[in-house]
């Protein structure tokens, strides 16, 4: 069964999917398992990525990317989290907040950061989450004081994937006290071997154990104003455009893993016997693969058109978070039929099945829980 075809894609697309699907069948599937088991961090992987342009790619041509758009990191993005999502989730976080560096940085800024990320000679992370502060983009307290021509960070940030690994972290922080709660924070690019600056691995999580998250502490951490991205209290604003690209991207992550669920599903009931006849011959069965096929389906055309608005910038917010809960909520649909098409054998980890059934809960709750996300589809209908 295919089902990540290419004809929904357009043309322009296609040779970068083709790319990453060849790239997941040699380096990402093989060692899916291993990865899950030892929950390390891949860094030959990643390595492997970063030669094979596949990694940090939607950087610009003149920063040394090969400047991807939207559509395309769709693409890539349903392929790698096919394969594994853990791993896939490294690949991508490598580059994650730099698109706010090329978007509103300055000139200088994207020579001294976004080169070296392009070139696969560093890699980044987004501090925004706080332990108390999940979806709440408002309502973090991590706080930045201007001190002569330094600013003064203090504060937590949590689930923030490469705060250990990564060369330098964008970070969300308030820089004001005013009423307006949508105008008092600002992004602030802080290099993590800076004075001040601990991270440290969060407990192990129970799915896409291949990607490391951490626990930032800021302790009177000092970074001179030109690291300031953008503009003062206008990072609200920032992230808020920057996740509609990331909801879009994070559709494609549902995507790979309702696939993954999909094939795993249907393999075994082709194959296993139950009652004197294999168990894809049951009306009930046949029933729950024609539901994983038609949501998945739907799933796939409403993520492919809302990239497309969003490339395009029509109601980028809306589209955004519909393809985001349609397509992690029909990843999750599919896991669990798929659990229980497998019966008892679903329990055992080194089922790929497995793997997928707990990775599917972790999309729906990040890049903004899916109630968040139907906050905005309401309001922006």
């Excluded at 894609?9 to 060849?22: D, G, H, M, T, W």
């Excluded at 398992?33 to 094979?52: H, S, V």
């Excluded at 206008?234 to 559709?251: P, T, W």
Aim: aromatic share 10%; net charge negative; hydrophobic share 40%.
């Amino acid at each position: 069964m295919e089902l990540l075809t290419e004809d929904i894609i357009p043309e322009y697309a296609r040779e970068v999917k083709a790319e990453a699907r060849e790239f997941a069948d040699e380096y990402i599937a093989p060692n899916a398992e291993e990865c899950f088991r030892k929950g390390e961090y891949p860094w030959e992987i990643l390595e492997a990525g970063q030669d094979a342009g596949l990694v940090a790619q939607d950087i610009p041509e003149e920063l040394g990317g090969r400047g991807l758009d939207i559509v395309e990191m769709l693409a890539i993005a349903e392929e790698f989290y096919k394969a594994d999502a853990g791993i896939a989730l490294t690949l991508q976080l490598a580059s994650f907040g730099a698109e706010m560096i090329y978007e509103y940085g300055s000139e200088e800024q994207k020579e001294e950061y976004l080169k070296p990320v392009a070139a696969g000679d560093q890699i980044t992370g987004l501090a925004v989450s706080e332990p108390d502060t999940g979806s709440d983009l408002a309502g973090m307290t991590t706080t930045a004081e201007k001190d002569g021509d330094e600013y003064v960070i203090n504060g937590e940030k949590y689930w923030i994937g490469n705060g250990v690994e990564a060369d330098w972290v964008t970070v969300f922080v308030r820089t004001s006290e005013e009423n307006d709660r949508y105008s008092n924070h600002s992004m602030i690019i802080v290099p993590t071997d800076a004075d001040g600056y601990e991270a440290e691995h969060i407990p192990e999580k129970m799915g896409m154990r291949a990607s490391k998250q951490a626990h930032i502490t800021f302790k009177d951490v000092r970074v001179p104003e030109e690291n300031l991205v953008g503009y003062e209290n206008g990072g609200f604003l920032m992230l808020a455009e920057f996740f509609n690209h990331g909801r879009i991207v994070v559709g494609g992550h549902g995507l790979g893993m309702a696939a993954a669920a999909i094939e795993e599903a249907w393999e075994f009931v082709h194959e296993r016997e139950a009652f004197g006849r294999n168990v894809n011959e049951f009306q009930a069965v046949q029933h729950g693969l024609a539901d994983m096929r038609l949501e998945f389906e739907a799933a796939r055309a409403l993520n492919y058109r809302a990239a497309k608005k969003v490339r395009d910038g029509e109601n980028a917010g809306l589209w955004a978070a519909m393809a985001k809960t349609k397509s992690t909520e029909t990843a999750t649909m599919c896991a669990e039929q798929g659990m229980q098409f497998h019966g008892g054998r679903s329990i055992f980890t080194d089922r790929r099945i497995a793997r997928v059934y707990r990775d599917v809960r972790i999309p729906v709750i990040y890049e903004g829980a899916n109630e968040v996300q139907r906050n905005l589809i309401y309001r922006q209908s």
